[in-house]
């Protein structure tokens, strides 16, 4: 591919829209033409360095890097005299349309338009052979692969199956639609030879390989930057939702836990130095020095710390998600600290406050008043999404297109909001998944499963378990009913499924935004009313206005292709995917209630409620 000129496109977007949607490599549509968000390399003017040494540590171990720095995106400035701080973009497609038909072939070919290339343009317009000047817009038709590279189609092969002397005699291409539906198979490409025409269909279909192999082009990235490849070529719609999938890692901030821990463990090493099992650690706190040096220290969280002492290993090792269950399940009634300046700080709900018998499966609610979650942008890929599994972590064998040709930063953005911890018994949990209904019912969205992963054989995903499908479709029943009387629409709110059975189990709803002051406090003041929104949350999950359809969903019906999903559609249980950490998958009402089938696989009980 030819070199491009890069451009300065006009207008703003919010710090969350260029990690999450118009990162690097992503293409966007400007009134006169269409561009490629160039790499990090043309991005000037950064903004502000965002301090979070757990996400930072986990991104450079992603992408294999000594260390890397998390910036914002480049801010706004208004005042002409000042920095000029932006993004630039590379202009893409280069291959162009011209707007109006062509009248003399139209009862021929249908509606027919020329097709061209950027160099013929002048002044972004062609001048036609009679010296008339037309309008054009950016074809939508590119190619692409599942590794992110991308580059224009080469039209004169395409549709003369080959190479042509018609491209070196720059003989005319069109663009024929013969019919009004917009369909591939009504679209074809026509060369002025009059011996080729060839169908876009033809393009789209994978096994027909019209489109050759990749060549590794990364016009993002600048000139000379293609990279070995042959993957297939494929068909991709520059406007379509799979054009751009941006992989990100998001952590939320938490006061380390793991320090004062350590401290405790510090004070007392000399004679915690030889414990292996927890017999030997009970054996040591009968000294009064050693269960001084612990008081407040769980006997779980103090071998675990004197294990990893032992190993070598670093708190940075744990899992996004573990990390921040081990805080949220914190023994004290108080977690961070109460100041105008902290980034989390949180309380337990008394039990007498929200204790009912609808909440048997619930042991702990945790109100947090302040939180503060950073999301990096890693790399991006096209088709297929690889988002984080079910720990918060991203696949290190995953191939993620870059987003610059040296990496020493990534951008990201803060939000600073509130949310609501429910805390699950584990006990209770692990004895439910034990019951023969809910092992039948796990039979079932298994063999739908496996039914997915026969489709997708490349994809790394695995099994969530019973545990978090339930708490998934929890998650999002409660979600609804929150939204209704808290203040914040549903796709504002977000969640956290934690079901590490380690660690333990729970859920986090929150909000966020990225002004400085943060949010209002309606999801606080909702969490003191939490027991009400649970019993309508369980409520809304019995009844679906698809039931029974809904209800009688079979996972592995591969006429339907909603393999990751039991009694979930959008009449109940799917929500914004803004909202959903999974896009909507796993999910399954009857894991949660009592549906209409009456499969007996309920984690709550409907005793006391309804």
């Not at 033809?202 to 590794?216: P, T």
């Not at 294990?307 to 990390?323: E, I, L, N």
């Not at 549906?595 to 005793?607: K, N």
Request: charged content about 25%; aromatic content about 8%; glycine content about 8%.
């Amino acid at each position: 591919m030819n070199p491009v000129r890069y451009i300065k496109p006009q207008g703003e977007l919010r710090q969350s829209q260029v990690v999450m949607t118009f990162g690097p490599g992503s293409m966007v549509d400007l009134p006169k033409y269409s561009v490629l968000i160039a790499g990090l390399d043309y991005w000037s003017g950064g903004g502000l360095e965002i301090f979070e040494a757990r996400l930072a540590a986990k991104a450079a171990r992603i992408l294999d890097l000594p260390g890397v720095r998390l910036v914002t995106p480049p801010p706004s400035h208004d005042d002409p005299l000042g920095p000029n701080p932006h993004i630039e973009a590379f202009q893409f497609p280069e291959w162009f349309i011209t707007q109006d038909n062509e009248r003399d072939t139209e009862a021929m070919f249908g509606r027919t338009r020329l097709l061209v290339h950027r160099k013929a343009l002048s002044r972004g317009a062609y001048i036609d052979r009679n010296k008339k000047r037309r309008s054009v817009v950016p074809i939508r038709f590119v190619r692409a692969c599942r590794y992110g590279h991308i580059g224009d189609i080469d039209w004169y092969a395409f549709v003369h199956q080959g190479k042509s002397d018609c491209a070196s005699q720059q003989r005319q291409l069109f663009i024929d639609e013969r019919g009004t539906s917009g369909d591939l198979t009504e679209i074809f490409i026509r060369c002025e030879c009059g011996n080729a025409e060839r169908s876009v269909a033809q393009a789209a279909r994978f096994q027909d390989r019209a489109l050759g192999k990749c060549d590794g082009s990364r016009p993002w990235l600048g000139p000379y930057t293609k990279e070995s490849c042959g993957e297939p070529s494929r068909l991709l719609i520059r406007s379509a939702s799979n054009a751009y999938f941006p992989q990100t890692l998001s952590v939320i901030s938490l006061p380390d836990r793991d320090e004062s821990v350590r401290k405790a463990v510090d004070a007392a090493w000399d004679y915690l130095e030889i414990v292996e099992t927890m017999p030997d650690l009970e054996r040591e706190l009968r000294r009064p020095k050693v269960r001084e040096a612990l008081d407040g220290i769980s006997p779980d969280e103090a071998l675990a710390q004197i294990q990893m002492r032992r190993m070598g290993t670093s708190p940075q090792d744990k899992s996004v998600k573990q990390a921040e269950l081990e805080t949220l399940t914190a023994a004290k009634e108080e977690i961070g600290s109460d100041q105008p300046g902290g980034v989390f700080y949180a309380r337990a709900l008394p039990k007498a406050i929200w204790d009912r018998p609808w909440m048997k499966p619930i042991e702990r609610i945790v109100l947090v008043h302040r939180l503060r979650e950073v999301v990096a942008q890693v790399g991006f890929t096209r088709f297929e999404s690889a988002a984080p599994d079910i720990e918060g972590e991203l696949d290190l064998g995953v191939q993620r297109a870059a987003l610059a040709r040296e990496t020493t930063w990534l951008p990201a953005y803060e939000n600073k909001g509130e949310g609501i911890f429910l805390q699950f018994n584990s006990e209770y949990l692990n004895a439910w998944v034990q019951r023969p209904d809910v092992a039948q019912q796990g039979s079932r969205l298994k063999r739908g499963f496996d039914e997915w992963k026969a489709e997708r054989q490349s994809s790394s995903r695995v099994f969530p378990g019973l545990s978090y499908i339930a708490l998934h479709g929890f998650s999002h029943l409660l979600l609804t009913a929150l939204a209704l009387e808290c203040g914040y629409p549903a796709s504002s709110i977000r969640e956290r499924i934690y079901a590490i059975p380690r660690v333990g189990y729970g859920v986090l709803l929150y909000t966020g935004t990225s002004d400085a002051e943060g949010t209002l406090g309606g999801l606080i003041e909702a969490g003191r009313r939490i027991h009400n929104s649970v019993r309508s949350a369980l409520e809304l999950g019995l009844l679906c206005s698809n039931d029974p359809v809904c209800a009688q969903h079979d996972p592995s019906n591969q006429q339907e292709h909603r393999y990751l999903h039991g009694a979930a559609c959008h009449g109940c249980v799917l929500t914004a995917e803004t909202s959903c950490e999974q896009q909507n998958d796993y999910l399954d009402r009857a894991l949660v209630v009592k549906t209409v089938e009456g499969l007996g696989a309920e984690l709550f009980s409907d005793a006391g409620w309804s």
